[in-house]
């Protein structure tokens, strides 16, 4: 499935291109992904609501096509399609949208293949269609929850749900939003409003209006820049095709897993350099903007649609909270749209609801069997994670939840498991993952197997109403048991997703 570029390709981007050693659109990918920073700024210089719909239109349809050329044009039917099922049959807006969109995704990674062309350092539309697929799903399930009662509703759908049908004007708006398809994150078109029209902490008149978002946004560009040049330092070294090499065979198993982590890492920093171009771009044009401090300090916040918080994703000690800090807007979404809608109103949600959400993540990302790989194995990563919470919950000695050795003990086991799945992401294919998890004699499949057996075998005692208590402050604290009031954007919180270990920057 190949699109042309009517675009005309100038003597000075194929010499760039040559020099840096990519394809032209891959540096016209990454001019507009740099452009959309300075045309967020733009964004905030505009009062008027229309003329700022009409700006992120044209904007980002610039922005888009410019690298993908008449790519585009598969944004469109999804898009209409959606667009009439919500205007035409609201009652069943978001099945029909989960139908058209998810299965109309699945199409375009079938026909592009595109693991393989992302694996291969090629561009291909299917990245921005994910984010679009993210972007249609939601909006047209809020428009649908606004038909029912508020106590039908959990408190995030109460506050993104949708009393009105959106405009076409403001749906493109939203759908291409200066260049968010690029790579995301995806939002809720609830907030989007509101930011548009100035309204909720975005008013002129509130009490403490937005202040300047000029430093925020270029030390997100900086950091953008930090996470470029760490990944470009090491990648040479650590990348996917060092765990296909031959020498990888011939190195001791502790030095095999050291280079399962720092190939599992080393990619990790691409997804955070894209994720904070991208939250520039936001911050600058002041979507960001979530409030201030709660102890009443001075200081901003923007995190509103933060996407990763690098340092709680490398030093996590509990794979439960690894959605709570990576890709954390998808994980919301799988969170809000999937695990939620899965789990039986008023009961504990069941291990098939994090294991559906994380094959549907898997099928998101496409059809390779090295992401099923992943996806699976981390639903299971997840559980044994919140089953040690459990034991913690339990145990005589509460002390042992903050005791160094324990945590340290508790990160090696958190980083070992998630990069021993990651390398099966990063190869795609199923005979290559399956040597490289063999070489390391399966250790990580073992450890969460054990933790699961003896969960079976010796489940952890029901902890006492004040151990439970005492325990909320725990670094452990289990991600699929956050209240919605603390995932809330509103509140600056992550979306605590019990699925979604996503490695893409999508």
Same mark, same amino acid.
Not at 43 to 71: C, E, M, Q, W
């Given at each position: ?23 032209? *659109? ?15 700024? +733009? ?11 009409? !700006?992120?239109?044209?904007? +980002? ?34 099945? $029909? ?9 699945? +199409? ?5 293949? *595109? ?55 403001? !749906? ?7 260049? @968010? ?16 029209? +100035? ?5 002129? @008149? ?26 470009? =330092? ?17 190195? =001791? ?15 990790? %920093?691409? %997804? ?19 409030? %201030? ?11 509103? !649609? =933060? ?83 459990? !034991? ?7 002390? $042992? ?17 998630? @990069? ?7 190869? $795609? ?25 003896? @969960? ?8 006492? *109403?004040?151990? =439970? ?38």
């Amino acid at each position: 499935m190949v699109y042309a570029n009517p675009i005309p390709v100038s003597q000075w981007e194929t010499d760039l291109a040559f020099s840096l050693g990519q394809t032209v *659109s891959m540096l016209r990918f990454a001019i507009a992904f740099f452009a959309s920073v300075p045309i967020g700024a +733009g964004l905030r210089l505009i009062k008027d609501p229309k003329a700022r719909h009409i !700006y992120s239109v044209t904007t +980002g349809l610039a922005l888009v096509y410019f690298p993908f050329g008449n790519g585009i044009v598969l944004a469109v039917l999804p898009s209409l399609l959606t667009y009439v099922a919500m205007w035409r049959i609201r009652e069943y807006a978001s099945t $029909l949208a989960w139908l058209v969109d998810f299965t109309y995704l699945i +199409g375009c990674h079938v026909t592009a293949a *595109s693991g393989t062309a992302w694996k291969q350092g090629r561009l291909d539309f299917t990245g921005a269609q994910m984010v679009l697929t993210l972007k249609l799903i939601s909006l047209a399930s809020c428009y649908q929850d606004g038909l029912r009662k508020d106590e039908e509703l959990t408190e995030y759908q109460r506050k993104m749900k949708l009393e009105r049908m959106p405009s076409l004007l403001e !749906y493109l708006s939203y759908v291409f939003a200066s260049g @968010n398809l690029l790579a995301g994150p995806n939002f809720e078109m609830a907030d989007y409003l509101k930011f548009i029209e +100035g309204r909720g902490p975005w008013a002129p @008149n509130a009490s403490r209006p937005v202040p300047s978002s000029w430093q925020p946004g270029l030390v997100r560009l900086a950091k953008a820049m930090l996470c470029l040049g760490i990944h470009m =330092s090491l990648v040479p070294y650590f990348s996917p095709l060092t765990l296909e090499a031959d020498s990888f065979y011939e190195y =001791s198993l502790w030095r095999r897993l050291l280079i399962m982590y720092a190939a599992g890492t080393v990619a990790r %920093y691409k %997804y955070y350099f894209a994720w904070a171009i991208s939250e520039a771009g936001l911050i600058m044009s002041g979507f960001c903007f979530n409030g %201030y401090a709660e102890n009443g300090a001075s200081d901003a916040k923007w995190d509103r !649609y =933060s996407n990763t918080r690098i340092r709680k994703v490398e030093l996590c000690t509990s794979a439960a909270e690894l959605a709570a800090h990576w890709n954390i807007c998808t994980g919301s979404f799988l969170r809000q749209y999937v695990y939620v809608r899965l789990t039986p109103k008023g009961r504990k949600p069941p291990f098939r609801a994090m294991l559906l959400t994380q094959i549907v993540s898997g099928i998101w990302h496409g059809l390779f069997p090295g992401y099923a790989m992943f996806f699976v194995g981390s639903a299971f990563m997840f559980d044994s994670a919140k089953i040690i919470y459990r !034991y913690e919950l339990s145990s005589k000695y509460p002390w $042992l939840r903050t005791f160094v050795p324990w945590l340290v003990l508790k990160w090696i086991y958190t980083a070992l498991c998630l @990069n021993f799945l990651a390398s099966a992401f990063l190869l $795609l294919d199923f005979w290559p993952s399956l040597r490289v998890w063999r070489s390391v004699h399966f250790i990580p499949l073992f450890l969460m197997g054990a933790v699961m057996l003896t @969960n079976i075998v010796n489940p952890p005692r029901k902890p006492k *109403s004040g151990q =439970s208590k005492s325990a909320s402050s725990s670094p452990t604290k289990d991600a699929s048991v956050v209240s919605a009031k603390e995932r809330s954007p509103d509140l600056g919180k992550a979306a605590a997703a019990a699925a979604q270990g996503s490695l893409k920057a999508e």
